[in-house]
């Protein structure tokens, strides 16, 4: 059987177990969320030998060659010693700059970063508070803000959401992979409609998403659509419609759960230019691009980002 070393720790585990099931069920706590090869927070080091990788393409060469692997994408074939993710050593430093409550459920999350980050629009990023690590959406724009900022559902306890709500201003975080890029803007579609569909904190990334087509000028009708529980938790309702106020090309929607299936049957496409990003819940995202498709939007026209549960 093959033998796994961590540091001062060694055991033997069953050829093909599952890396991060054998990391965890061992006391080397790694964390995880979607164990579906996207969010990347159970990312360890292999110093030596080298597990059997289902999803190489989920990093790039680079990360390979330096012993990067997705935990929960490999199973233990041979002999593997490994590091893992230490925040302090891997990780950017950055720390608090503002925490406060959008709705009694949502944690809006601003933090500034040692050194400047470079990313886009809609993509996410591991955030680690202690040993405590969580894939978020960026709500932010690089071009425009000096702040990270991401929107938490809080809803459910959550081992990091439970310490984020801890947090005060200048307090540290460590910054994680940043991962993500199927929710963006082109500027290739400036002129194309443009349909932006959250559900809950899905908002965030297409929040993002919106300000950036804004910023490129985007010529074309832009439709935004957010569903929440209930009306308390539209909580983008006024910058949203500040935005809107003046713009003709802009329109937003509030939709609650109880309103969805009459507003998805009333779901009419304009146009079959009609290009529609999609962020949230699975079910949600589901109901969304099942209505899209029935409305006769071609699929290469549907961009989803699913906030997967923990798995
Ligand atoms: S990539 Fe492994 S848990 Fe998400």
Partial sequence: MPELRV??????????SNLLDALNQNGVSVPYSCRAGSCHA??????????????????????????????????????????????????????????????????????????????????????????????YSLASLPEEDRFLEFHLDCRQPGEFSDAARQL???????????RG?????????????????AAGT?????FGILREALRQDHQGPIRVIHLAH???EHYLAKPLQAMADGRENLTIELWTAAELPAALAQLRLVSRQ???????????????????YLAGLPRNQLLADVFLPRG
């Fill in 202 to 206: 899905g908002l965030g990334p297409l």
């Fill in 230 to 232: 209930d009306a308390s």
């Fill in 42 to 135: 159970c990312l360890v080091k292999c110093v030596e030998g080298l597990p059997s990788d289902s999803r190489p393409d989920a990093l790039s060469n680079e990360q390979r060659q330096q012993g990067w692997r997705l935990a929960c994408q490999c199973q233990v074939v041979d002999d593997l010693q490994i590091e893992t993710f230490d925040p302090l050593r891997d990780g950017l430093a950055a720390q608090v700059a503002a925490s406060d409550w959008l709705s009694s459920s949502v944690l809006r999350l601003r933090l500034t970063s040692e050194r400047p980050l470079r990313y886009q629009a809609g993509q996410h990023l591991v955030l680690w508070a202690g040993q405590i690590a969580r894939p």
């Fill in 181 to 197: 890029g199927a929710l963006h803007y082109d500027p290739d579609w400036h002129t194309r409609p443009l349909w932006l569909l």
């Fill in 7 to 16: 540091g001062e720790r060694q055991w033997t585990v069953a050829a093909g």
């Fill in 274 to 292: 009609t290009l529609a990003l999609v962020c949230g819940a699975p079910d949600s995202v589901d109901a969304f691009a099942r209505r899209l």
């Fill in 168 to 178: 005060k201003i200048g307090d540290p975080i460590r910054l994680g992979e940043l």
